[in-house]
């Protein structure tokens, strides 16, 4: 999970001014949530490193990822019930925060979604009441499906020009399975035809490779090379080690 992990655990630190070095760790960094039964509760766990109280607030945010990349968010209205959704953890402490699945019981393809700790300003040993500052947010990977849900990456390749002219590729990978998966590793070989392919590493598929696809989403990419031929479309095969 180490890579999963890595883009689960995006870290945005929202000081305007300087501010004591406050700490708190959150466990686990990525879940899968059953859409009915025991399995659609989970616990996050909040551990508080630093040596002052802190004040947390906690939401659940949906989650989807563009062509580009850039992650969307938007309220995920009652489709969960959390408790708390604000607390004050002592130092060294460690408080759980339960969440519980309230959607359909029977979604057609994996839900995803940002489990979201802010760490706000704290006067007088409490949150203040009014002009709320976030000092640090966290955003955990939150997932919903069913147990025998899997992901199906099919790839596309075409001939294109660049921004600046130059000849390359644009390869679109879609996810038309039901489950997410983060594809390490990957490696791109393509049909040239007459008998000949031509690989791209891994490090040349860029922000593809290790990318997180979402169930139902899609990820697209301008890989300048010569040998394409703008306008002529390419048979693609996609390897990767898929974790999730």
Known sequence: MRRAIALAAFVAALSLAAAPAFSFTLEPMSTLLAPSGAGSV????ISNDGQARIALRVSVLTRSIRP???E???PAGELFAIYPTRLLVEPGATAP???????P?????????RFVVEELEVSGGEAKPSGIRVLLRYLASLYVGGANFAPELAVTAEGALGAQGERGFLVKIENRGKRHVVALDAKLRLDMGGGASLSLASEELGALSGANFLAGASRQLFIPRKEAVPGRRYLAALSYEGEY
Do not use: L
Not at 42 to 45: D, I, K, M, Y
Not at 105 to 113: C, D, H, Q, T, W
């Open 68 to 70: 580009d990349g850039e």
């Open 97 to 103: 925060v339960k969440v519980q699945w309230r959607g």
């Open 72 to 74: 969307e968010n938007g």
């Open 42 to 45: 989970a616990t996050f766990r």
């Open 105 to 113: 019981a029977n979604p057609a393809i994996e839900g995803s979604y």
